[in-house]
């Protein structure tokens, strides 16, 4: 079994290209958003520490987690160190939950790949615990495009989303793989199938 890190900037389309690949060979994907997600839920190893760390201000009425309140607490506060605080329980907890489906997956032998998909593999250091990088590429202007488009953000949101992320040479430097999805799925597609 081979494990490959999909990463890429926001709006590159990675989601896409995951869907492209269930499709098309036998593998398991996790998103490591969706995980961290499932990993602040009550009862999970992220929620006490999260509740800890930010208070129960952050909580809904049924008792969980407020990602919006979250969000908004996070990007309040200007220094970074609550985000920061924030990460330094929800990552190591997702790399941790990772590492042990992937150990899982192996025992099992059912697929050829398990993928990983994050944002942040190069700076959570994902590179040490997958087989290659693949860097998910796309123009910065269809980037953008794509999140007015898809999900309505305005340009001071994308402008703020993308002061945050890695740069291009930065994903060109630590990953193996370069797939473009700046054109049409059709391109995409033909350039997964000669990769797997």
């Avoid at 590159?12 to 060979?25: A, F, P, Q, R, Y």
């Avoid at 930010?54 to 809904?60: R, Y």
């Amino acid at each position: 079994m081979k494990v490959i890190g999909i990463t890429g900037g926001v709006g590159s389309g990675k989601t896409e290209v995951l869907n492209l690949i269930d499709g098309m060979t036998k593998c398991f994907i996790i998103r490591a958003d969706e995980l961290a997600k499932s990993l602040e839920v009550r009862g999970e190893v992220c929620f006490d520490p999260l509740i800890e760390l930010l208070g129960e201000g952050v909580l809904q009425e049924n008792g969980e987690i407020d990602p919006k309140k979250m969000a908004q607490m996070i990007f309040a506060e200007e220094s970074g160190n609550l985000r920061d605080k924030v990460n330094g329980i929800v990552h190591p907890a997702v790399k941790k939950r990772i590492l042990s489906m992937i150990k899982e997956a192996d025992n099992e032998k059912k697929v050829e790949f398990f993928f990983i998909e994050a944002a942040l593999l190069i700076e959570d250091h994902y590179d040490l615990i997958v087989d290659e990088l693949w860097y998910i590429y796309a123009d910065e202007d269809v980037r953008r495009q794509r999140l007015r488009d898809s999900r309505g953000y305005s340009d001071e949101k994308i402008n703020r989303i993308m002061a945050t992320q890695s740069s291009d040479e930065v994903f060109r430097k630590y990953c193996k793989v370069i797939i473009d999805n700046s054109g049409t799925l059709e391109y995409t597609r033909r350039q997964l199938e000669n990769l797997l």
